[in-house]
């Protein structure tokens, strides 16, 4: 079974047709990048996938079963910025996932179960390096400290998909690459389903199994929204022996 | 010669720099009460200091003859205690209106005009209607404050809530949270600060709709006492009164702000001001 199968998919606001004839096929434990110029439909593809938007057209399809149009627990998301909540500590925050599933009127856990989501939470916490900010609050964290709490949020809900929205774009260089191993760790760990926005191809090659560039096919310069983004290219990797993005999808970020 | 927007004054120097308008404008005072006196020593409009002290004896340390009570002491009390209630309320009803009407898109659809359309509508012009529903008590001046301050104190939550990133919104979501959590773990939380932020910003409309409720039907309170003995020209007395409540209006606010402070050190980081 297929964990995503998008099959003529269109998205459209009004006239202005964002997505057009999108067909997908990703497999169950696939790192897919998805990388394409400005305005090419790369965030409209995500928040489909999340459930904030539904297709205008065609079908989609998660792990045989139609996409719900909500967001919900079996798509885990880590946005660039606000992926974690400012008013509660690291540990409150990992743990609101938690809290939600075992306390659905009061979305708070007491006495035993709160100790044993706890001693969850201090785990995961340690699994992605956070185990000495457990009561730190956001604004007090770095950049890449506040994604890793986005990370660890997301993971213990056990979702089956990760969706990743430029997650290391506003990061430094050399927490950037810190990450790239956290998620590749992760991502092999928990046999996730990852899809992963970037603006930055080489991240893209280093880290995806399929890389997917989305851009208009068509273009009519009197009326820009007639056309939309599709699938232009669809590589395949063998991981690591296959990590240079091929020219031609060079040439199109640079133009990006 | 440095630029004027980068001579920060600091030490000694700030210190004398915000007294000083208030030396000045007590000089002024001194000086003009002293010329008109000068001219007519039984003058009214502007009392000598001495005429203020006597006044602020008679009406803050004496028991009143009539009434069994220090005068001054009583309207503070009764004024606070409409002030308060009126505030307190406002906040729970702001609360609950803001968190809902900037949550759930439909229930916006639905209050959103006419929270608008209320607000537009002067609550001093509504004052007749509430003493004539109300009573002349308590209770319409305490309504004429609420009515005075909900509206915009809704309007402005509302906005407060609905600028909550969406990316935290779908977060949540994505972390099983229901309608419900969403309300009472993510956007309460976030909503307090800014409700008390709101309530400083309202302190200043709310005395004014106290001191007009006063003034119109009252028979005690700050703002009565005022419009009573200003058919005396008793302005020994108006001006401390004035004074008094600019006091207390200054150590709410001031008050309020250190609670926002002290209670939600999430929202002000270190050094972020």
């Known amino acids: 079974m297929d ?122 916490l340690a699994s992605v390096g956070l185990k000495d900010a457990r009561k730190l609050y956001p604004a007090q964290l770095s950049g890449g400290m506040q994604q890793r709490v986005a990370i660890a949020q997301a993971l213990i809900m056990k979702p089956k998909v990760l969706l990743l929205d430029e997650p290391f774009g506003a990061l430094d260089p050399g927490v950037r690459a810190d990450m790239h191993v956290l998620i590749t760790d992760i991502w092999r ?9 970037t603006h930055d191809i080489k991240e893209a090659f280093a880290l995806g199994t399929r890389v997917i560039a989305l851009d208009k096919a068509r273009h009519d310069a009197q009326a820009p929204n007639r056309y939309g983004a599709t699938i232009v290219y669809d590589v395949k990797l063998d991981r690591k022996a296959n990590a240079v993005p091929p020219p031609e999808i060079e040439a199109m970020a640079a133009g990006a | 010669m440095r630029r004027l927007l980068n001579v920060k004054p600091r030490g000694g120097v700030l210190l ?92 916006r659809a639905l209050a959103g005009p006419i929270v608008t359309a209320i607000a537009m509508a002067p609550p001093i012009a509504l ?18 404050i609420m009515i005075g301050v909900i509206p915009c104190m809704v309007r402005d939550l509302t906005a407060h809530v609905r600028s909550i990133p969406e990316e935290l919104l779908i977060k949540a979501q994505t972390l099983g949270a229901n309608t419900w959590h969403i309300l009472t773990r993510i956007a309460l939380p976030q909503s307090l600060p800014r409700l008390i932020d ?46 008094w409540i600019a006091l207390l209006a200054v150590t709410l606010d001031f008050l309020l702000a250190q609670v926002n402070r002290s209670a939600f050190g999430w929202a002000h980081p270190k050094g972020a001001r």
């Open chain 2, 16 to 107: 004398f720099l915000s007294v000083l308008p208030f030396l000045a404008l007590a000089l002024v005072y001194v000086m003009a009460s002293e010329a008109r006196h000068a001219i007519n020593p039984s003058d009214k409009i502007l009392p000598t200091l001495e005429a203020f002290a006597r006044a602020i004896n008679i009406m803050a340390l004496q028991v009143d003859q009539q009434r069994g009570e220090i005068l001054l002491w009583m309207d503070t009390q009764a004024s606070l205690f409409r002030l308060g209630v009126a505030l307190g309320l406002s906040m729970l009803i702001t609360l609950v209106l803001g968190l809902l009407l900037g949550l759930l898109p439909a229930l």
């Open chain 1, 3 to 124: 964990a995503l199968k998008l099959t003529q998919v269109w998205v459209e606001y009004g006239s202005k047709i964002v997505l057009e004839r999108v067909n997908l096929a990703v497999s169950p434990g696939s790192f897919v990048s998805i990388v394409g110029p400005s305005g090419a439909g790369k965030t409209t593809l995500l928040r489909l996938l999340l459930g904030q938007e539904a297709p205008t057209r065609g079908k989609a399809m998660l792990f045989g079963e139609k996409l719900r149009d909500e967001p919900g627990p079996d798509r885990g998301v880590v946005f660039q910025r606000y992926s974690i909540f400012p008013h509660m500590n690291v540990r409150e925050n990992v743990l609101f996932g938690l809290e939600c599933k075992g306390s659905p009127v009061f979305g708070h856990l007491g006495g035993k179960k709160r100790r044993a989501a706890l001693d969850e939470v201090d785990a995961m």
């Open chain 1, 189 to 197: 760990t928990n046999g996730l389903t990852i899809f992963m926005v």
């Open chain 2, 198 to 243: 709101i309530l400083r910003l309202q302190l200043g409309p709310a005395w004014v709709f106290l001191i007009a409720a006063e003034a119109i039907a009252s028979d005690v309170g700050l703002g009565y006492r005022i419009f009573l003995v200003r058919r005396y020209l008793s302005m020994d007395i108006i001006l401390p009164y004035v004074v």
């Open chain 2, 127 to 144: 004052l007749p209607i509430l003493f004539i529903l109300l009573g002349l008590g308590e209770t319409a001046k305490i309504a004429l």
